[in-house]
């Protein structure tokens, strides 16, 4: 059975019979037919950044996951079902960075500001949250919204003071120091 036609027979499943007993293990098979049609063979072997790719599959398995952990919090599956939900959070998490990193450098300040916020509102846990920020930091210098900026700059300060961005103390944009941002 293919990855989509799993999918497609779990949703079924579910569809028909959402209080049977075993409505838990379809929604989780459902949860891992996407997460394997978002695999990479190479991606085992650390050769690629599957967050540069399309992400597509891994979207559906984080919600079906989701869903799992909500719906079913006692499953037998929930467990395991958190443990991808963190895996697949910090993937799109980084994925979404890799968007606004590439508006930054195409000058599309505001672009790169949201796709920033974004990671911070709906993934706040996500390792990759503390360079949304300095991500949005560098999109505001961009956009000359330096009050917006400093702001926060500030929280990224305290949040995160060692941040690979910050080293130096100079952001991207138009090498604006991060001390006169401060002052």
């Known amino acids: 059975m293919t990855g989509k036609t799993a999918r497609a027979a779990a949703s079924r499943f579910i569809r028909l019979h959402p209080t049977h007993p075993q409505a838990d293990y379809a929604l989780y098979m459902r949860g891992l037919s996407s997460w394997q049609a978002g695999r990479f063979s190479l991606e085992r072997l650390r050769l690629i950044d599957i967050s540069k790719r399309d992400l597509g599959a891994s979207r ?92 926060v700059l500030q929280v990224l300060i305290e949040n995160d003071p060692g941040n690979e961005r910050l080293r130096g103390r100079t952001f991207r944009p138009q090498h604006v120091s991060a001390e006169s941002l401060s002052a």
Request: aromatic share 12%; glycine share 4%.
């Open 60 to 151: 559906d398995a984080y919600t079906d996951f989701r869903e799992l952990v909500s719906r079913y919090p006692d499953s037998e599956y929930a467990p395991d079902a958190q443990q991808r939900i963190i895996y697949l959070r910090n993937l799109l998490a980084r994925h979404e960075l890799h968007v606004a990193d590439f508006y930054l450098r195409k000058g599309a300040y505001l672009a790169a500001v949201e796709r920033g916020r974004w990671v911070v509102e709906n993934f706040p846990e996500a390792e990759a949250t503390r360079d949304a920020l300095a991500v949005m930091v560098e999109g505001y210098l961009g956009l000359d919204m330096r009050d917006r900026a400093r702001e």
